[in-house]
């Protein structure tokens, strides 16, 4: 299994101001993902973050709104940019090795935009 | 294009009694893996049980046990024996390609689970 630490675990921001959630993970992991989960919604997959190169967007996420680096394989962030009251959600960070039959998740950053 | 639905946008079970929690999917790969979480109010996700297309077994985990009809494109959650700590909310989820590298989860939109005393 893997230990995923998520942070901040929540947070209360402005409108129009940027939060950078970090995902690190207790050792080296193939893939991470980042998700979303708007209020009493599923989870929606945002993006793919791949180590050393630019992360891979699902449909209806763009870089310039979610920003994700991944400088290595225990490590990623997402910026959520620009945020506005709509953008209040749980984001959650998921991590997976290849042929591993679960997928692990981060605590999950419960973000409120006021 | 795969998908995932759960028509049970809530359930009630008296304490210490069997609940299951309904799942089909849609996909047209033949190496794909099913999974069941749990999220209780504190928004993390609990990975409860996994069954891979391939298996002949349905799996099972403590008091989850998951009910793989492949023909009909289903899997249920059982969860026998319930108790309070069980009330939340529950996913079905899945993943194709599952023995090449495949990743990519996508979610149902859950099930919530009420416990009664």
């Known amino acids: 299994s893997a230990v995923i630490s998520q942070k901040p675990s929540r947070d209360i921001c402005q409108r129009g101001t940027s939060l950078t959630i970090q995902c690190q993970v207790d050792s080296q992991v193939t893939m991470m993902f980042w998700y979303r989960q708007q209020p009493g919604q599923s989870l929606t997959l945002i993006a793919t973050a791949n180590q050393g190169s630019e992360a891979t967007y699902e449909s209806g996420f763009v870089i310039d709104k979610f920003p994700i680096s991944r400088p290595n394989l225990t490590f990623s962030t997402l910026t959520v940019s620009n945020m506005s009251p709509e953008d209040s959600s749980i984001y959650l960070c998921?991590?997976?090795?290849?042929?591993?039959?679960?997928?692990?998740f981060g605590q999950g950053t419960r973000l409120t935009v006021v | 294009a795969q998908k995932i639905t759960q028509t049970q946008p809530g359930m009630f079970v008296q304490e210490k009694e069997a609940v299951t929690l309904d799942c089909t999917y849609d996909t047209s790969d033949q190496s794909y893996g099913l999974f069941w979480y749990k999220q209780p109010s504190s928004g993390e996700m609990i990975f409860l049980i996994y069954q891979g297309s391939y298996d002949e077994q349905n799996a099972t985990e403590g008091r989850y046990s998951l009910n793989f009809q492949k023909a009909r494109k289903s899997a249920n959650l059982v969860i026998s024996a319930s108790q309070l700590g069980d009330s939340a909310m529950y996913f079905c989820?899945?993943?194709?390609?599952?023995?090449?590298?495949?990743?990519?989860?996508?979610f149902g939109a859950g099930t919530r689970l009420f416990v009664k005393a």
């Open positions: 998921s991590v997976g090795r290849v042929m591993n039959t679960e997928a692990f």
């Open positions: 989820a899945m993943r194709e390609g599952i023995n090449t590298g495949g990743f990519k989860t996508i």
